[in-house]
């Protein structure tokens, strides 16, 4: 992607739209399409070296599997713009694999989930966070009350941060169970 | 493995298995499921000449790269392992200082293994008996050893017996505490260590407490709430301390013992609201059953960054909800990888859409039931604040509660550091140079205090407790039929006060195994043991007298707890061998298994399953994909390298059917389930089994669901699951589905 095509356009158009274009871009210049009608030009050598001005890189882990790979993920104006592996790393000494590698296409899937939804008479209907937490919470109450607490089973994930799985842990105790799991029983 | 020595978890690490002579792999894949862990293993034998031996019923990418591949059936493990023992025992190839010093209850297991000749265990596992002598030779001789297992070993109806003879090997040789040496279990998921230290579980709190009252005060004081308040909150203080149902068999919990379903035990109700964080449900076992569960719920909750496919097998109407969480490159917070080692995650954005966090949609619920401050109070109470700040104040909590496992010296500050400086670690010894001296990456557990630098490697008496040494847990008791549980004369870690043995520290005993004089403060301050001693004056204490604070102990390779003493071969519930499933019989049912009747031995001989399904069924992962497969179908790049389901299959038995290479296939199942798949030649397979990826979901007994997806959230890839046709069948201790073994009978389609 050309920095100069990249400030032109996100002077125009908004940010996500323009990662949509770039998706399409990057098919288009395979075919060489763009290469004769003036749209694209060569890169100057300051833009090869560095495609994204003014981007901050985030040393982070990966989230496929238990080795725990370093990942750097650069970010420009709050979108991830690209990914590198970690060379000094001490267990992953830069290596990726294909999962690892396409942690930033899975962040920005186009299938992502983008609003709550409610099936309701076998159809999806979107709603707001805050009618979907109130109905699931009231549901909850209210099995609490009449079936006990022991009518929830909670199922959390070998996904999640050791923070979030100990609240997790920590959400079932307080409603009141013991009905609750996640993958190491598979 | 916990009932063997203490800790269920990896004892050494990746970057060890470098320092390995020989390395044995037992039912994984790293080559397909840890690609870059892998490449420690290929540098073990570039640069230590180390053999690599691959014991699988499939011949996986790990196995190209072995130098000796054993093609096991499934579900003959503990034949072969018996096997490699019998022969270990007989030229006295075992460490016999090591056993006595440091094993209980060898001499059963020294027994049963005479039973297991060469021959026989060609019998039972197909392995020829040549093949089993020569990988026992090589491997018996090439000290150190490391043994390496995953799911291979735990998805059968005894796989906890598999877990608990792996050990056993390891503990004949002597290949315990060393490095290159130990049981090294690869997890699967990212943080299925950190998620399982923290009891996503249903049959203990945090840290492996359990379920007891003593634990339920201890927490509910830890974390800042009236004990009375939160047993309140339960149906009863009896329902506190029972087990509830698992990720395996939640199902029979909605569907309540109606229709021949296994009967349930739940406080009086079944099943009624389902809440899904992060989980794939599409990938446990028995998919119809799933399917049914899902159906007769009174509501679903599914919070994942993608559509979470339960909500596609369902055919449910009304209140399904789906939740957009926010992945973990949106949030920050601690990941324990395989070898017990916390890294920090940073975030890299924030949620995208609408999409929130999980701890978000956890606090906002707490709310809405009224628990929200009972629910954060714990994180405050370290440094008595206002409000909190997540993660940092999360992280620390634990870091102030867990000690069990030693969790006291992850503390965000630590952990972070870590990051910033990975470069400043050795990457096979883990340890720190320059201002990291004197830690190990990722402060392994125990971490025992503030400035422990963690154990990289469990159980190595040649270290000292400060350094990250230890002997194996006194967990099991002093003693057991009259003889001695704590280690053997002379077998303490380096540098302690106490040469031999000695039980767990306690308030009462310290004094006298530590030899010291604690202060009228000290005194006051302490806990009553060690796993409860917030103040840390034991740890404290323990470290400048070089002393475990979980004791030193024997390991057991006896375990009277469980239905079988010493590991006993037993066949799979769905055995190819009607003749073996005679010898060897399942256990007897279970009533009450994590709140659910199981059959095991009715199941096994209701009929010789075997007639009319003649062909063993195997499950496993693809290189590209994890899990439900529900992240990597949702990117095109992932999903285009495998973008159909399919079954490997070895063309002499495709031939048999009129299977052509590129056709459709059926499978059926004990339980009257199939699925249409892709057939795929493979030699990778032999002819009495196929083998199939268990990523895919969307289609339902040959029938395409895509229509059931919310617009926009169909991923790349969909397919049939493998899991609607793997057999009833459940681990007798974990209740582990048993995927790695059933049966099944296929047709042209």
């Not at chain 2, 230290?197 to 249903?202: G, Q």
């Not at chain 2, 302690?496 to 520290?505: A, L």
């Not at chain 2, 397979?685 to 059931?708: C, N, T």
Request: proline letters at 4%; aromatic letters at 10%; glycine letters at 10%.
């Amino acid at each position: 992607m050309l920095a100069n095509t990249y400030e032109r356009l996100k002077t125009q158009i908004g940010r996500r739209s323009f990662m949509k274009m770039a998706a399409v871009a990057t098919a288009a210049g395979a075919t060489n399409a763009f290469a004769n009608d003036g749209v694209t030009r060569a890169a100057t050598q300051e833009e090869v070296k560095n495609p994204f001005p003014g981007s901050t890189s985030v040393k982070t882990i990966c989230t496929a599997c238990s080795v725990g790979c370093g990942i750097i993920a650069e970010v420009q104006n709050g979108v991830w713009v690209r990914q590198e592996v970690a060379q000094d790393h001490p267990i992953s000494l830069g290596g990726h694999c294909c999962k690892g590698a396409d942690m930033i296409d899975m962040v920005r899937s186009e299938v992502r989930l983008k609003h709550p939804m409610v099936k309701e008479a076998g159809k999806w209907k979107r709603l707001s966070w805050d009618d979907a937490l109130d109905r699931i919470a009231t549901k909850l109450k209210a099995s609490h009350e009449t079936a006990g607490p022991d009518s929830a089973m909670f199922l959390g994930s070998a996904k999640m941060s050791t923070e979030q799985a100990y609240y997790f842990r920590k959400f079932a105790a307080m409603y009141g169970t013991n009905n609750i799991d996640h993958q190491a029983r598979i | 493995m916990a009932n063997t020595w203490g800790y269920g978890a990896m004892t050494n690490s990746l970057g060890d298995i470098q320092n390995a002579k020989a390395i044995i792999i037992f039912g994984a894949n790293p080559a397909v499921n840890h690609p870059v862990g892998f490449q420690h293993f290929l540098k073990a034998k570039e640069r230590n000449n180390a053999k690599i031996i691959v014991i699988d019923p499939v011949f996986t990418k790990t196995a190209a790269k072995a130098d000796h591949y054993c093609q096991v059936r499934p579900g003959t493990d503990i034949p072969f392992m018996y096997g490699m023992l019998h022969l270990i025992f007989k030229n006295g190839w075992h460490d016999e200082k090591f056993i006595s010093d440091r094993v209980y209850g060898m001499e059963d297991v020294m027994e049963e293994a005479k039973k297991w000749n060469p021959k026989k265990v060609e019998d039972v596992t197909g392995v020829p008996a040549d093949q089993l002598i020569q990988v026992t030779t090589l491997y018996a001789r090439s000290t150190p050893g490391t043994l390496i297992w995953a799911m291979g070993l735990t998805q059968h109806s005894n796989g906890s017996s598999n877990t608990r003879l792996a050990p056993i090997l390891q503990l004949a040789l002597g290949n315990m505490g060393v490095e290159g040496g130990g049981t090294n279990i690869l997890r699967g998921h990212d943080n299925v260590q950190g998620a399982t230290d923290m009891a996503c579980l249903s049959d203990t709190l945090p840290g492996y407490y359990g379920l007891s009252d003593g634990a339920w005060q201890y927490f509910a004081s830890s974390w800042g709430v009236d004990y009375e308040w939160l047993s309140g909150r339960f149906k009863s203080k009896e329902w506190m301390g029972k087990k509830g149902f698992t990720l395996a068999r939640w199902w029979a919990g909605v569907l309540d013992g109606k229709d021949g379903n296994d009967q349930i035990h739940n406080a009086g109700t079944n099943l009624k609201n389902l809440f899904v964080m992060g989980n794939g449900i599409t990938s446990i076992a028995q998919q119809a059953k799933v399917k049914e569960g899902l159906d007769n719920l009174d509501m679903i909750v599914l919070c994942d960054p993608f559509v979470n496919e339960a909500a596609i097998l369902t055919d449910k109407q009304d209140d399904v909800f789906i939740l957009p969480a926010a992945t973990q490159f949106e949030t920050s917070g601690s990941v324990t990888a395989t070898n017990r080692s916390v890294q920090w995650r940073n975030k890299v954005v924030e949620p995208m859409y609408e999409s929130k966090t999980d701890h978000d949609i956890m606090f906002e619920l707490a709310k809405r039931l009224g628990f929200y401050d009972e629910y954060t109070a714990g994180m405050k109470i370290k440094e008595n604040k206002q409000d909190y700040t997540w993660p940092e104040d999360a992280t620390d909590e634990i870091a102030r509660i867990i000690k069990t496992i030693g969790l006291t010296g992850w503390t965000a500050k630590r952990i972070k550091s870590h990051n910033e400086n990975w470069h400043m670690f050795d990457q096979i010894s883990g340890r720190g140079y320059g201002k990291m001296k004197g830690e190990y990456y990722g402060l392994p557990w125990p971490a025992w205090t503030e400035t422990h630098g963690g154990s990289p490697l469990l159980y190595n008496i040649n270290r000292s407790v400060a350094e990250g040494g230890m002997g194996f847990r006194n967990r099991f008791g002093l003693e057991h039929d009259g003889q001695d549980l704590l280690a053997g004369a002379g077998s303490a870690p380096k540098g302690s006060v106490q040469k031999d043995g000695y039980p767990e520290i306690t308030a009462v005993n310290i004094e006298e195994v530590l030899g010291i004089k604690l202060t009228a403060d000290e005194k006051k301050r302490i806990g009553k043991n060690w796993k409860v001693d917030t103040s840390n004056i034991i740890a404290e204490k323990c470290m400048e007298q070089g002393i475990a604070p979980y004791g030193n102990a024997k390991a057991r390779a006896k375990v009277w707890t469980f239905p079988d003493q010493i590991p006993m071969h037993r066949e799979p519930l769905h055995s190819p061998r009607s003749d073996l499933a005679k010898e060897y019989p399942s256990f007897d049912d279970k009533e009450n298994h994590f709140r659910v009747d199981t059959k095991y031995i009715s199941k096994q001989t209701e009929q010789d399953w075997s007639k009319d399904f003649p062909i063993n069924l195997v499950t496993g992962r693809l290189v590209n994909m994890n899990g439900a497969g529900m992240e990597n179908r949702a990117s095109k790049y992932l999903a285009a390298l495998t973008p159909e389901m399919f079954c490997s299959i070895n063309p002499d038995l495709a031939g048999k059917y009129g299977i052509r290479d590129g056709s459709m296939m059926w499978i059926h199942s004990p339980e009257g389930t199939k699925i249409k798949v892709k057939a795929k030649y493979s030699h990778s397979v032999p002819e009495d089994r196929i083998f199939m990826p268990f990523h895919f979901a969307g289609h339902f007994q040959g029938e395409d669901l895509s229509h059931k997806y919310p617009k926009g959230t169909k991923p790349y890839a969909i397919g049939e699951s493998a899991n609607t046709v793997t057999n009833y069948g459940y681990d007798i201790v974990t209740q582990i589905p048993e995927t790695k073994g059933g049966l099944c009978r296929i047709e042209f389609a």
